[in-house]
Every structure is written in structure tokens, then in C-alpha cells.
């Protein structure tokens, strides 16, 4: 039997990889046990998204368990043993601002959860690829030393620049810079999970991403900036910009974009490899910039405040250079722009909350 384990299930890169590994293994298990909605409250509730899965695919089998649960994960690995040959780790306390509320809470999910995981992956199945989920918050707040300039809507990185072309690299440092308290736990994930590939030879893979966007995502305040700001656009509710004049620039990759990198990593697995992942120069926008795109697509005008202090360690101009990995696998390319991407996000706030007034 072919076994994918995706954590994070119900979360939006999640529920990307359980739709789209469904026909590729014949069982899927999700594990997702609904922190999100603890983190961030009812817009960060998940379960319309489990239950979708659960009536959308047959071989797809929800697990509700804590990622730190040492004995839970371990009966799980144990029950299907070198059936298992995918664990993608997608779940995590994903917000740089909500680690500093609880910061034991944020270091034992993102960084205890990972090593409990690739534990039982050596233990029960060693062969399995393990791909993880990591960010470009692992570099802390160097980007902002970089060379910008301003322009009416953006910050830009100076064109002289050998990041102007392509994006920032995997080679930028992750030391003596600010991490917040979410990038220290994920730096801890990240540097783990390269191990177990380095050290023990183990098929991991570590992909840092930029905005990860997409329809499913249970946009809130505190995470998921493109998603919930439709949803501020749809529903009027007022929007906060923090800082930087709202020029601050973010690449955005697609969620099946994302995962249809991590499928071709599986296929052709290199061990301990990094990656950055995210929309590079093929997508990309400033705040200002999204609200307009926002405006035009759902016909409102934008309800938006500003405020001078920007969130601590928020990158003002992040674009992801996905050179090597495009390098190492070649047939991967992006397949939705910006504009689309946000046109889908719009479609799937109005569906749900059709089906909600039902
Ligand atoms: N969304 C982004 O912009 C972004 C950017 C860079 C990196 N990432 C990383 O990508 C991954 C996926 O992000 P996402 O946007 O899909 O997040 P998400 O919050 O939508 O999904 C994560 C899911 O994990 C679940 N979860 C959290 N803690 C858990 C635990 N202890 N046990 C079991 N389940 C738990 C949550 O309930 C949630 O459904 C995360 O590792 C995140 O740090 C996300």
C-alpha cells in the first residue's frame, strides 16, 4: 500500500496536497486537529475544510490528533509502518505575531511537532520522503537591509542589485538578525529537518515560503494576508495596513502551485535539500497594490486604516528566487498568476458563505 501522511490537513496547503495526492496514493491520512481556530479564532476556524475533504475523497482518512503528542503519532507511524512513503508536514502556528502571545505554545507545535514527526518517520518509515513547510522568516529581518528604493505604489530592490533579477536566494544569511519568535521555532523545524536528511540520509526536504495563497485558506487577521483581505473587501469590514507606507512587497505562490513543487521533489528526492518557494518575480504585490487588485475584483471600494508601526520584524520587500529549484527540476512551472489567484480567493469567500446562509 502507498501511504501520503499530510499534517496540517485542513489548513490551505494542506487540503491543496490532500487534493491533489489523492489519486497518486491509495490512502491519504490527515492530521489536523483544529489549532488554527485556538490561534485565531473563528475566521481561523478549519473544519468546513475537513469536512469537505472527508466527503470529497474516498481514500482520505482525518486524525485528530496534536502533532506533540508523542504517543498518538507514534501509534499512528507504527499502524502502517513502510506503507507510509510521504509525510508532508504542513501543520504549524503559523504567525509571527501570535508566537509572541504564547511563546511555549508556538516553539513546542512548530518546532517539538517536527521533531516528533521526523522521529517516527525514522523510526517506522525511513525510506518515506519528508517534505516540510518552512518560511522566509527563517532569514529574520535581513531582507530589510537590502538596497531599496521607493516607488509610488511599492519598495523595490535597487535594479544594480543581484537579487533585483531573480529574488533572494537560498544562500541569504539566517544569523545576527531578527527572527520574531515564530521564525526562531521554525529555524529550529528547518534546520531538523535538513539534518535528518544530512546527518541520517533521510529523504527531507525543506521548502521556505514566501505568501502561501489560495482558495482554502481560513484567512484571519493575524494570518493569510491575501485571504482575508478579500474577505475585508467583500464584507466591508476595515482593513489595517501596518507600517512602511503600505509599499511593503510580498511574493505569492499559488497552494497548487506549492504542492505541485513538493510532487516533484518526492518523485526525485534530494536529501536535505532547501528551498525557497514562493511567487518570485511572477507574482508579487505591495500592500496598495493588492488593495486596487481587491477593489477591482469584488466592485468595493476598500474600508482601510492606516497605522505607522509596522508588525516587528515584517519583511518590506520579499521575493523569492526559485533558481535552484527550478534548476534541480526543470519541468516544474508556475501555473497561477496573481490576478487569477486572487479571483479564486474572491469565488470561494462568496461560495462558503452562500453555503453558510443555507
Ligand atoms: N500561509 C503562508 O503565508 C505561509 C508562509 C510561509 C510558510 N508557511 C508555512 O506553511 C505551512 C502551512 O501553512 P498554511 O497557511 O496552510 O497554515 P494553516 O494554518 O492554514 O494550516 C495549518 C493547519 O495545521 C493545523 N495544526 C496546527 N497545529 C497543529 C497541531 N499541533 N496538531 C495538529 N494540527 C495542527 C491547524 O489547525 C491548521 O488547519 C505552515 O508550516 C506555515 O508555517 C505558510
Not at 518517520?121 to 516540510?132: M, P, S, Y
Not at 497561477?336 to 487569477?340: E, I, P, Q
Given at each position: 500500500m502507498n501511504i501520503a501522511i499530510i499534517t496540517g490537513s485542513a489548513g490551505l496547503i494542506g487540503s491543496e496536497a490532500v487534493a491533489f495526492f489523492a489519486d497518486k496514493f491509495d490512502k491519504i491520512i490527515g492530521v489536523d486537529n483544529n489549532l488554527r481556530q485556538y490561534f485565531f479564532g473563528e475566521d481561523g476556524d478549519t473544519s468546513w475544510n475537513k469536512n469537505r475533504l472527508q466527503s470529497g475523497y474516498v481514500n482520505y482518512e482525518h486524525v485528530a490528533i496534536d502533532i506533540r503528542d508523542e504517543v498518538a503519532v507514534n501509534d499512528l507511524f507504527a499502524k502502517y509502518g513502510s506503507d507510509i512513503k510521504l509525510v508532508l508536514h504542513a501543520a504549524a502556528q503559523p504567525s509571527h505575531d501570535w508566537a509572541a502571545r504564547e511563546p511555549y505554545t508556538d516553539f513546542t507545535v512548530n518546532a517539538n511537532g517536527t521533531l516528533n514527526l521526523l522521529e517516527n518517520?525514522?523510526?517506522?518509515?525511513?525510506?518515506?520522503?519528508?517534505?516540510?513547510t518552512s518560511t522566509n522568516k527563517v532569514y529574520g529581518d535581513n531582507p530589510n537591509f537590502l538596497p531599496l528604493i521607493e516607488t509610488d505604489t511599492r519598495w523595490e530592490i535597487d535594479e544594480n542589485h543581484p537579487y533585483y533579477k531573480n529574488g533572494i536566494d537560498e544562500k541569504m544569511s539566517i544569523d545576527h538578525t531578527k527572527h520574531s519568535l515564530f521564525g526562531a521555532s521554525k529555524v529550529a523545524a528547518d534546520i531538523l529537518v535538513q539534518e535528518y536528511g544530512n546527518y541520517f540520509g533521510m529523504n527531507t526536504g525543506v521548502f521556505r515560503g514566501g505568501c502561501l495563497t489560495g482558495p482554502n485558506h481560513s484567512g484571519a487577521q493575524l494570518h493569510g494576508f491575501l485571504a482575508y483581505l478579500m474577505k475585508c473587501a467583500i464584507s466591508g469590514q476595515q482593513y489595517t495596513i501596518f507600517g512602511y507606507k503600505g509599499k511593503q512587497v510580498r511574493d505569492n505562490i499559488h497552494s497548487f502551485d506549492l504542492v505541485n513543487m513538493f510532487w516533484h521533489f518526492y518523485q526525485k528526492p534530494k536529501p536535505g535539500?532547501?528551498?525557497?518557494?514562493?511567487?518570485?518575480?511572477?507574482?508579487?504585490?505591495?500592500?496598495?497594490?493588492?488593495?486596487?487588485?481587491?477593489?477591482?475584483?469584488?466592485?468595493?471600494?476598500?474600508?482601510?486604516?492606516?497605522?505607522?508601526?509596522?508588525?516587528?520584524?515584517?519583511?518590506?520587500w520579499y521575493i523569492s528566487d526559485l533558481s535552484s529549484f527550478i534548476a534541480d527540476y526543470p519541468d516544474w512551472y508556475y501555473k497561477?498568476?496573481?490576478?487569477?489567484t486572487l479571483k479564486q480567493i474572491h469565488d470561494g469567500i462568496l461560495a462558503r458563505s452562500i453555503e453558510t446562509v443555507k
Open positions: 518517520t525514522r523510526k517506522h518509515c525511513d525510506k518515506a520522503v519528508f517534505i516540510f535539500a532547501v528551498y525557497n518557494a514562493g511567487g518570485g518575480r511572477y507574482a508579487n504585490c505591495s500592500m496598495l497594490e493588492a488593495i486596487s487588485v481587491c477593489e477591482e475584483i469584488s466592485g468595493q471600494t476598500m474600508n482601510y486604516a492606516y497605522s505607522d508601526t509596522n508588525r516587528i520584524g515584517d519583511h518590506i497561477y498568476d496573481l490576478t487569477t
